[in-house]
């Protein structure tokens, strides 16, 4: 009983596409984006940043959003296209970019940037694969 268990469990895992429809598919893909970009900062800064942080006051003559935060949520958008696009190659475009823009803070705080980055790739990869596996299958 427990090899057909295990037997059905790794035929479901490596089956076709879970959704066919291509309404649903285009769900799918909106969800991750979606789902990608709106927990990936609080992810983020739940990981990397101390417990007792406490977030400064904005400067109401400085930009609107933290340059931070608009580099995470491109690279979000990069991670999701590359894989559901399945060109995972891609993804080195992102280290590749990130480490010319940010050297001197990467410099200044390794733990904070390179920590953030990579939380903030994984978490793109995991919402990311799971919807290609639901579109695509395995």
Same mark, same amino acid.
């Given at each position: =009983?427990? &090899?057909?268990?295990?037997?059905? +469990?790794?035929?479901?895992?490596?089956s076709g596409p879970l959704v066919a429809a291509p309404w649903g598919r285009a769900a799918v893909i909106l969800a991750a984006?979606?789902?990608?970009?709106?927990?990936?900062?609080?992810?983020?800064?739940?990981?990397? #940043?101390?417990?007792?942080?406490?977030?400064?006051?904005?400067?109401?003559? /400085?930009?609107?959003?933290?340059?931070?935060?608009?580099?995470?949520? &491109?690279? *979000?958008? #990069?991670?999701?296209?590359?894989? #559901?696009?399945?060109?995972?190659?891609?993804?080195?475009?992102?280290?590749?970019?990130?480490?010319?823009?940010?050297?001197?803070?990467?410099?200044? *705080?390794?733990?904070?940037?390179?920590?953030? =980055?990579?939380? *903030?790739?994984?978490?793109? +990869?995991?919402?990311?694969?799971?919807?290609?596996?639901?579109?695509? /299958?395995?």
């Open positions: =009983m427990c &090899c057909l268990s295990s037997l059905f +469990l790794a035929e479901f895992l490596v984006y979606v789902v990608t970009l709106a927990l990936s900062g609080r992810i983020v800064r739940f990981i990397v #940043l101390p417990r007792a942080f406490a977030t400064p006051a904005a400067d109401p003559a /400085g930009p609107r959003f933290s340059p931070s935060t608009v580099i995470g949520k &491109c690279e *979000n958008l #990069l991670t999701v296209t590359f894989v #559901l696009a399945a060109q995972d190659t891609g993804l080195a475009l992102i280290f590749a970019a990130k480490a010319l823009v940010r050297a001197k803070d990467i410099e200044k *705080n390794p733990g904070f940037y390179l920590g953030g =980055m990579l939380v *903030n790739l994984i978490w793109g +990869l995991l919402v990311a694969t799971v919807a290609r596996w639901l579109i695509a /299958g395995i």
